[in-house]
């Protein structure tokens, strides 16, 4: 069936580098994506979106980037700090239907002092 | 956002016991969402509980070994029956304000069967 899926599943990364999470999706008719971040003990937590018919959106130290002609996702972390530690998710669905979010495996971020 | 909380935040069962979960939304939502997480694992959508109907099971979770509650806007409980150590997983309520908004989690209730 449809799927999503991520590239890497442990990423470490020096504090104060800039990380990147990378995310392969299959569903085409996805047109909603999300980024979540789960921190130990804890339920995932909303980082950003970005609707399908955008390329970049960017928040505070964070951005995602699209790219629909390879289905492929990311989240770029600027300025990587140890609360960054943790497990990285992106899902999918559409954005105006009321279908449940479909995640990936998770990448988990580990961030050296 | 809305608040999700969920009660109990961990347990420990006996096999062929029972547990109900409780998840209470601080404001009214349209849809609620159960998901499991095996140790290490992502997210895996176990059913989608509307108000005013029957919950919607995804394929490889039946009702009767999850049956699920959706009395009001801001409530719904999860039972895991008859457990056994493969149940040993978090339980993770999620909630959809409206079709445009992104789904909330709450933090979960961690749960190992003996």
């Known amino acids: 069936g449809e799927s999503v899926g991520l590239h890497l599943p442990t990423l470490s990364v020096q504090e104060g580098d800039n990380s990147i999470i990378n995310c392969a999706y299959s569903n085409s008719a996805s047109d909603y994506f999300i980024w979540y971040k789960q921190e130990s003990g804890k339920g995932p937590q909303f980082i950003i979106d970005?609707?399908?018919?955008?390329d970049k959106r960017q928040g505070q130290r964070v951005t995602v980037l699209l790219n629909k002609t390879v289905k492929h996702l990311s989240l770029q972390i600027a300025a990587t700090q140890p609360g960054d530690s943790a497990v990285y998710f992106c899902a999918e669905n559409s954005y105006s239907g009321n279908t449940p979010l479909v995640f990936g495996k998770g990448t988990r971020l580990s961030v050296i002092a | 956002s809305a608040v999700i909380s969920q009660k109990p935040s961990r347990d420990i069962c006996q096999r062929g016991t029972s547990l109900t979960i409780q998840c209470q939304v601080d404001s009214q939502v349209t849809m609620m969402f159960w998901y499991r997480q095996q140790p290490g694992q992502s997210l895996t959508l176990i059913a989608t509980?509307?108000?005013?109907?029957?919950?919607?099971?995804e394929s490889g979770f039946v009702i009767d070994k999850f049956p699920i509650s959706r009395p009001n806007l801001t409530f719904s409980t999860l039972t895991v029956s008859n457990m056994s150590p493969e149940d040993s997983s978090i339980y993770l309520c999620?909630?959809?304000?409206?079709?445009?908004?992104?789904?909330?989690f709450g933090d979960g209730t961690r749960l190992s069967i003996l």
């Open positions: 970005i609707r399908s018919n955008m």
């Open positions: 509980a509307n108000q005013g109907s029957e919950a919607t099971y």
């Open positions: 999620s909630v959809k304000e409206g079709g445009n908004q992104p789904q909330h």
